[in-house]
């Protein structure tokens, strides 16, 4: 059982350019998530999905973009790179239910250049 | 509105030591409250939760926490540290059926350190 899996692990990005961070899960978790961690500032949500083609914002969406076509994926789109997103982003699921704890990726380090 | 507090951004104990490791929450509503593991390079493990069930409540790796109403307090606590204990430790809180998707709000970590 795989779980979340986040690719690429590391990227390193000139400024101006895009990129996609891809996250699958193969639990059939219905609700993901997309967080950044900096130093200090433990995890922050950029978007959130509960389901198959419904997605929202976070607290920090700017620079962002998301879509969700299938269960299994859900990609995070950096249009135009900004030093600024120079972070860790983790990806996590869940079932459904209030009490239900969120599954978590191991992160995809991205540097800003 | 849902905020976590965690205080002390860096605790150092003993092997052998009790670990406590503090979190308190400001929640509208009756909060589901869940601490999370993360070691180097690693994304965040589920230590545990407490879902109302019972307020003492017991996770992995012999961690505990007990969730105080009064105090708005969760926590967490090991009797003995062990030099794998040393990671970071985060605190964080879901308002229930509010604020859709059930996000959590994370506190800001807690970094533990154990020295022989």
């Known amino acids: 059982n795989a779980g979340v899996t986040q690719t690429p692990k590391f990227r390193i990005l000139k400024i101006g350019q895009s990129m996609t961070l891809q996250c699958t899960q193969d639990?059939?978790?219905?609700?993901m998530y997309w967080y950044r961690q900096d130093p200090g500032m433990g995890l922050k949500l950029i978007y959130y999905s509960v389901g198959a083609g419904i997605t929202d914002k976070g607290e920090v969406p700017n620079g962002y973009n998301v879509s969700r076509s299938t269960t299994e994926d859900f990609p995070l789109r950096l249009e135009l790179a900004a030093p600024s997103q120079t972070s860790v982003y983790f990806c996590?699921?869940?079932?459904?239910?209030?009490?239900?704890?969120?599954?978590f990726g191991d992160g995809t380090r991205l540097s800003i250049l | 509105a849902q905020s976590v507090t965690q205080l002390g951004s860096h605790v150092s104990v003993s092997e052998g030591a009790l670990v406590l490791l503090r979190c308190n929450y400001s929640s509208s509503v009756p909060p589901y409250l869940f601490w999370y593991v993360q070691y180097p390079n690693q994304g965040l493990q589920l230590l545990l939760k407490y879902t109302s069930a019972a307020t003492l409540v017991k996770g992995i790796n012999g961690f505990e926490a007990e969730f105080k109403k009064s105090e708005t307090s969760f926590h967490l606590t090991k009797p003995s540290a062990h030099m794998s204990d040393a990671a970071e430790y985060f605190c964080a809180v879901s308002g229930g059926l509010t604020g859709g998707g059930n996000k959590l709000t994370f506190g800001t970590g807690t970094q533990l350190k154990v020295e022989l």
């Open positions: 639990m059939n978790h219905n609700y």
């Open positions: 996590a699921s869940r079932l459904g239910g209030v009490n239900q704890p969120q599954h």
